[in-house]
């Protein structure tokens, strides 16, 4: 057991800030770097729930948005989904982050995917953003601040209405939102799109406290349903974590 354990822990440690084949999932044998990141990523292990409704979802020539895309894992899976014939679009605000979706769009040739390095919510402008050690646990600072954090940064702030209403993005048909306590503002600044557009929304919900993840739970599942929406939670993707953290599909009635 020691040996196993020591064993995935040079393994994590081998596979940070390299180009290599993911392992497993959805997206096994593209490329990935995760830098820094969550090493979960380069195993293809992440989030496996997650991944297997994004390829219910997904289909050839579909329209897919990721935001809060942190380093692109979801992004480039998307890419695999869609095809040539498809677009993503990823919205991620933290610089580091955007370097690395963009590296790993490269790396697999994905010309499908368009990175916009900003934040989004309901609101357009400038906002403040709660940098963290964690690489996906920056959060507006509408949220609350990540136990972990760094610093601050103002970042553009766009909602997804202004977006598809000038035609500056697709109609998406399918969008994952993992924004750390801001999804409700998210889906505010989307309500046109949704009532409109009907795409299909996957997104997370986590808070180290029980109270307020479930009030943030009650918030975002009595907003989307206001919208016709049918809600499902997915399966655990972290059964052992202390962390509070769940993930849901809401589809159009």
């Known amino acids: 057991m020691l040996r196993t354990r020591l064993g995935r822990r040079l393994h994590r440690r081998w596979v940070r800030d390299r180009d290599v084949a993911i392992a497993d999932g959805v997206g096994r044998g593209l490329m990935f770097n995760a830098a820094r990141g969550n090493s ?24 897919f948005f990721d935001i809060g895309a942190n380093k692109g ?11 040539t014939s498809g677009r ?4 991620e ?25 900003t934040a989004i919510s309901d609101v357009i402008g400038m906002a403040e953003l709660q940098l963290a ?7 507006l600072s509408t949220a609350a601040a990540p136990p ?17 209403a000038r035609r500056a993005t697709p109609v998406p048909n399918v969008v994952k939102i993992d924004v750390e306590g801001a999804e409700i503002n998210v889906m505010r600044g989307m309500r046109q799109t949704l009532q409109q ?5 996957i997104y997370e ?23 016709g929406y049918e809600v499902r939670r997915l399966d655990d993707s972290y059964p052992e974590n202390d962390w509070y953290v769940a993930h849901f599909s809401a589809t159009p009635k």
Do not use: W
């Open 88 to 91: 993503i679009l990823a919205f």
């Open 133 to 139: 050690e964690h690489a996906g646990g920056a959060a």
């Open 40 to 63: 979960d990523y380069a195993f293809g292990t992440n989030e496996m729930p997650v991944q297997q409704e994004l390829k219910r979802l997904l289909g050839p020539g579909t329209v």
């Open 148 to 164: 972990d954090m760094t610093g601050l940064m103002t970042v553009p702030v766009i909602t997804i209405d202004s977006l598809v």
């Open 205 to 227: 919900i986590d808070d180290d406290d029980r109270a307020i993840f479930e009030e943030k739970q009650l918030a975002c599942g009595a907003y989307i349903t206001s919208m």
């Open 93 to 117: 605000p933290v610089p580091e982050n955007v370097s690395c979706i963009r590296h790993n769009a490269a790396l697999n040739r994905f010309d499908q995917i368009e990175v916009m390095a």
């Open 73 to 83: 894992f979801f992004t480039i899976i998307g890419a695999h989904l869609v095809g």
């Open 197 to 201: 557009s009907r795409p299909a929304v």
